[in-house]
Nanobody, 121 residues
Framework: QVQLVESGGGLVQTGGSLRLSCAASGTIFSINAMGWYRQAPGKQRELVAAITSGGSTNYADSVKGRFTISRDNAKNTVYLQMNSLKPEDTAVYYC???????????????WGQGTQVTVSS
């Protein structure tokens, strides 16, 4: 199994910054894409940013220019640097990893427990 442990959420004022971290552990052969999703009350979970093992990134239009995703493959850890935060960024942020547990098996998606980000106006 794979465990994803997120950290770094909290309360911040508009215009502030936060850095989220997500470390994957367990019996892991390799991790393909890793990403961050968020879910605000009454809304569907949405992709915020994703990064491949090679470093290619993808961002939601709403966070382009403000958020930066990065990863440390040696540590199986993904980060999300969030700058110029807005009240509409308030949500529970979830880490996702597309992992292969044993060589030759198909990758499977795993989720963290979520971390709350609240941006006050």
């Amino acid at each position: 199994q794979v465990q994803l442990v997120e950290s770094g959420g909290g309360l911040v004022q508009t215009g502030g910054s936060l850095r989220l971290s997500c470390a994957a552990s367990g019996t892991i052969f390799s991790i393909n894409a890793m990403g961050w999703y968020r879910q605000a009350p009454g809304k569907q979970r949405e992709l915020v940013a994703a990064i491949t093992s090679g470093g290619s990134t993808n961002y939601a239009d709403s966070v382009k220019g403000r958020f930066t995703i990065s990863r440390d493959n040696a540590k199986n850890t993904v980060y999300l640097q969030m700058n110029s935060l807005k009240p509409e960024d308030t949500a529970v942020y979830y880490c996702n990893a597309d992992a292969v547990l044993i060589a030759g098996l198909r990758p499977r998606g795993y989720w963290g427990q979520g971390t709350q980000v609240t941006v006050s106006s």
